[in-house]
Structure formats: structure tokens, C-alpha cells
């Protein structure tokens, strides 16, 4: 017997209040319009299906969160993790997909760069990102949260870098819930040829109490493109995190793209990234951090879909209480995807006798002249490594701090954003606790 | 009127004696997670709805006299303690404590 009722605030005739609001050309309202259809007529997951299996749905109610767009929320915006330090070229701050903050450095401007809300540049330009939005927001088969999110995004941000530009300092969005309120945020980042850029995305606030991010992220590197891309999730712990992420990389193009999740109640993140053109390059960090009764879901895939392509995905998670972190991994090389070289591996370690992992790497490979590589490890803190720390004068505590902060020194290394590596060591060194037992 | 006595604090109210058949089974939400709820030989008994060995629903599998077998893998558990008595389950899964006064059936909010 399903626990999931039909979701009964979130009618036809709601669902047409939200769209006539929305003052948005033509072929986005049909978007919309198809994208409601298939999400009602999608059931929602179940664990039976195989993406569904470790991810339990059924406490999660539709009927507690109201459309996008209503009145700007009274709440303010809750503090995050990096804000001020790496908004250098640029900022945008979104509350419940409303805007509260944006700037950009009239040098970028002047240079043809667009960041900003998503929703107005898509009103004010809406034939010229049109062939960015459309493909992929009907492209959901299957996924009843793809459909929502393609039927109600709101707010969201936009960076496009034209040809050849070059942006040598950090953009910064923050998309902010308010406690019980949702987001539907939509990013797009295009870099053209030979474009160059660094955006820090962070989801932040939602407090205890219920909360949803419903969104999708499509992310295009031009041929020989070079970006650096950043998403830190640091929720409060009641909010739901539904997200769709793809980034497809062109010839001789470079993306490093980094995730970080510690906060949401729940989170499920697919996060594709397809080497499209031949000699792309991607390398994908992981952070993970998971406590209390936080359940983290994470479904990578790694495409090579031209010849000579590099893919480096390296995800670290730690989890403590009664944590459950699921990580699921797939390296897909076509037929014509000759001299791939592709890498994959996920590391876990287990700070309680409770929590549990389930990390599951795969390959499909279709050519025959590729290098790939995957493992998966899960593991305690070793009792010798804490007692010989001890031993030279660190407290219990400082020492499983000293172990975990080794554990991620690997996959913080390859973050090239100071700032955004400090944050995230001094975030998880404070989330440590020691749960083993006092010898004796 | 007399009042019903209190089961006291921690318990939740989630369903009526009546509503679960003998033997019979179902899975009630109590505080932030869900139970499974067994009714079997006139008393009543609570475990997380989930197999500790892959995450299965627990309430979903088969029930006999005071077991419960996931329908996932076949792990077989004790409803009355929780403790897992077949492979692949080798972890026991939370046991919860049951009050019945009158017609109501509480389940105590496990302590984190």
C-alpha cells in the first residue's frame, strides 16, 4: 500500500494561476504546460525501481509546499557558508526563488558576460536561450521531480561568458530557502569557445523544518573552455533536495566540478557529465558529509561520447549516527569514444556503527582501446591510528578530527578554490564527532 | 467522564486496535519515521519498517506467528525483539515499545 496521497493542494487550476503569472513567450508556457502533464501522470518513484531502491520517499509529502511565486518572503536571507569571501565579479542571492541581491562588475559587463536572475534574462532574451532551455527541460523521461521542476522553475541563474572572455575572479549565487519555503531554482552556465570562468552555486537555510529544492542544473563548456564550477549544499536538515545536474564539455574543453553536500533531511543527485567533442577533460570532487538521520543519495555518470576524452570523478563521504549516504556510479564509453581514459572512485568512511553506506561504481564500455578504472571502499577508523595520535598528546576527539581531516586531504587537494577548500575542511571538522567507545 | 489514562511522554497515537487485523500488519508514520506495526496473538509490537541488511520494507514481506521475512532477500526477523534470525540480515533492526489502552495503540518515539 502506497503512503503517498495524491498530492491534493497542487491542482490543475493552481498549477494555471502559477502559469498565467508567469509573462514568458509562447514555447515556454507550452514547456511548462507538458511538463505539468507528465509529472501528474508520473507516479511517484518507487523502490522497486532500481534508482529508487535505497532511497526511501514515502515521508515525503507534495502537499506541504505551496507553488513558486507567491509573495516575496518575510524571512531574511540565512547566513551561508561562503558568501562574501569568494563573490568577486559577481553575486546573486534568490530566497524562495525571489531576488535580493545581485551585482556584477561593470568590467563584465562590458565584456558581453550576462549573470544574473535566470527568469528575467529568459523574458528580456528569450530567442537567445531558448535552444540552451527547451532540449533539456523536456527532457525528462521518466522522473517525476525532472517534470516538476521543468513545469515550476522560477528564479534561477544564469552565467554565459561569450567567446574568447576571460573572467579571472570567483561568481557567486546563493540560492536561499526560507523555513517551510521551497525553491525551484533553474542554473544554466554556457561558456562559449575559449571562455574562461569560476561559479560558486550554495543552497543554504530551511532551519529544521520542512523545506524543498526542486531544480536542475545544465551546464554547456564551449570548445576549449575552461571552467570551474562549485555546488555547495549546506541545507538545514528538513529540506528535500531533488536535483538534476548535467554538463556537457566540447573539444579540448575543461571543466573541474565540485560537490559538496552536508546539509538536506534527504538529497538525490543525478549528475551527469558527457565529454561531447573530442580531448575533453573533466575532473568531478565529491564531499560528502552525513549525520544524525540524513540520507544522501548520489547517481554520477560519466559519458564519453567522442574519442580521447579524460574523466576523474573522486568522491569522499563521511557519515556519522545513523547516517545513509548511497553512491551510485556509471562510466559510459560509445562505440567512437577511442583512447578514453576514464576514472572513477568513491571513499567512505564510517564513524559510527550505525551508519551505512551503499557505494556502487559501474562501467559500460562499447569501445575496445580505452583505459577505465573504478573502486569503491568503505571503512571504521582504524583504533591504532587514534591510539598512536593519542599517544602523542592529542585528545580522543583531536585525533578522529586529525583522522577524517586526512581522509578528505585527498579530494580537498584538487580543489583549487582556497576558499572554498578552507570552508568546507573547517564545516566538516566541526560536524566530527567521536562515537567509539572509551577503552576500559 | 473519566479521561483515558496518558501512556505517557515519547508516545504517539497511531492507530485503533481495530484497524489491524489479527494477525495482521501495517506501517505507521511515529514522529519521523515509519513502523511497522504487527498485531499477532492479541498484542501488539513495533520494529523500523526496514531490513538491515539492504533497506527492504520490512512491513511489505510475509508474516508468520512472530516473524517477519523481508521481502527483498528473505531475511527473517523476531517482531517481538527485532533481532535478526536468518541470513543475509545479521544486524537487528530497531524494536519499538507498544501501549494499548483501551482501543488505541501507541508507539514510543525512539530516543536518538
Known amino acids: 500500500m502506497s503512503l503517498i496521497e495524491t498530492h491534493t493542494g497542487w491542482t490543475p487550476k493552481s498549477f494555471e494561476t502559477f502559469a498565467r503569472s508567469r509573462d514568458e513567450p509562447a514555447w515556454l508556457s507550452a514547456l511548462r504546460r507538458q511538463s505539468w502533464e507528465r509529472f501528474l501522470s508520473t507516479p511517484m518513484p518507487d523502490r522497486s525501481e532500481e534508482e529508487w531502491r535505497r532511497t526511501d520517499l514515502r515521508m515525503f509529502r507534495f502537499e506541504r509546499f505551496g507553488f513558486p511565486g507567491g509573495p516575496s518572503p518575510a524571512a531574511a536571507v540565512p547566513p551561508a557558508m561562503l558568501a562574501e569571501q569568494v563573490a568577486r565579479a559577481g553575486r546573486l542571492v534568490t530566497l524562495d526563488g525571489h531576488l535580493q541581491d545581485h551585482w556584477l562588475d561593470a568590467r563584465w559587463e562590458a565584456a558581453g558576460v550576462r549573470f544574473g536572475l535566470l527568469e528575467d534574462f529568459v523574458r528580456r532574451h528569450p530567442e537567445e536561450l531558448r535552444a540552451y532551455l527547451e532540449p533539456q527541460l523536456a527532457d525528462t523521461p521518466g522522473d517525476k521531480f525532472a517534470a516538476l521542476h521543468a513545469a515550476l522553475w522560477s528564479g534561477g541563474t544564469l552565467l554565459l561568458v561569450p567567446r574568447g572572455v576571460s573572467v579571472d575572479e570567483p561568481l557567486y549565487s546563493l540560492m536561499a530557502v526560507s523555513p517551510g519555503g521551497s525553491d525551484f531554482g533553474h542554473t544554466l552556465v554556457v561558456l562559449e569557445e575559449g571562455a574562461e570562468a569560476t561559479l560558486i552555486c550554495e543552497h543554504a537555510g530551511g532551519g529544521e523544518g520542512p523545506g524543498l529544492h526542486c531544480g536542475a542544473t545544465h551546464v554547456f563548456v564551449g570548445p576549449g573552455a575552461r571552467l570551474r564550477l562549485v555546488h555547495l549544499q549546506d541545507w538545514g536538515k528538513g529540506v528535500w533536495h531533488f536535483a538534476h545536474q548535467r554538463a556537457l564539455v566540447q573539444a579540448d574543453a575543461r571543466l573541474q566540478w565540485t560537490l559538496a553536500a552536508l546539509g538536506a533531511r534527504l538529497a538525490k543527485v543525478n549528475q551527469y557529465v558527457g565529454l561531447a567533442g573530442p580531448g575533453a577533460d573533466a575532473q568531478v570532487n565529491g564531499v560528502m558529509f552525513a549525520e544524525g538521520r540524513q540520507h544522501l543519495a548520489c547517481h554520477t555518470f560519466q559519458h564519453h561520447q567522442a574519442p580521447r576524452g579524460k574523466s576523474d570523478l573522486l568522491y569522499k563521504g563521511a557519515l556519522q549516527d545513523r547516517a545513509h549516504v548511497v553512491w551510485r556510479g556509471m562510466i559510459r564509453v560509445d562505440r567512437d569514444a577511442q583512447k578514453t581514459d576514464g576514472y572513477q572512485r568513491d571513499d567512505n568512511l564510517l564513524l559510527s556503527e550505525t551508519a551505512r553506506v551503499d557505494s556502487i561504481p559501474g562501467l559500460e564500455i562499447l569501445a575496445d582501446d580505452v583505459k577505465c578504472t573504478h573502486g569503491a571502499t568503505a571503512g571504521r577508523v582504524e583504533d591504532e591510528m587514534i591510539f598512536y595520535a593519542q599517544s602523542r598528546g592529542l585528545s580522543r576527539r583531536e585525533a578522529v578530527r586529525l583522522v577524517v581531516a586526512g581522509f578528505f586531504q585527498q579530494v580537498f587537494d584538487r580543489i583549487t578554490i582556497d576558499r572554498v577548500r578552507e570552508a568546507l575542511e573547517a564545516a566538516i571538522g566541526q560536524r566530527v564527532r567521536d562515537h567509539a567507545e572509551p577503552p576500559g | ?112
Do not use: N
Open chain 2, 1 to 112: 467522564m473519566s479521561q483515558s489514562p496518558s501512556p505517557g511522554p515519547q508516545y504517539v497515537r497511531v492507530c485503533r486496535v481495530g484497524d489491524v487485523p489479527d494477525p495482521g500488519k501495517t506501517v505507521v508514520e511515529v514522529g519521523d519515521r515509519l513502523v511497522a506495526l504487527f498485531h499477532v496473538a492479541g498484542r501488539f509490537y513495533a520494529l523500523d519498517d526496514l531490513c538491515t541488511h539492504d533497506g527492504g520494507p520490512l512491513a511489505e514481506g510475509e508474516l508468520q506467528d512472530h516473524t517477519i521475512r523481508c521481502p527483498r532477500h528473505g531475511a527473517l526477523f523476531d517482531i517481538r525483539t527485532g533481532q535478526a534470525l536468518t541470513m543475509p540480515a545479521t544486524q537487528p533492526t530497531a524494536s519499538h515499545e507498544v501501549k494499548v489502552i483501551g482501543d488505541e495503540v501507541f508507539v514510543r518515539i525512539p530516543e536518538e
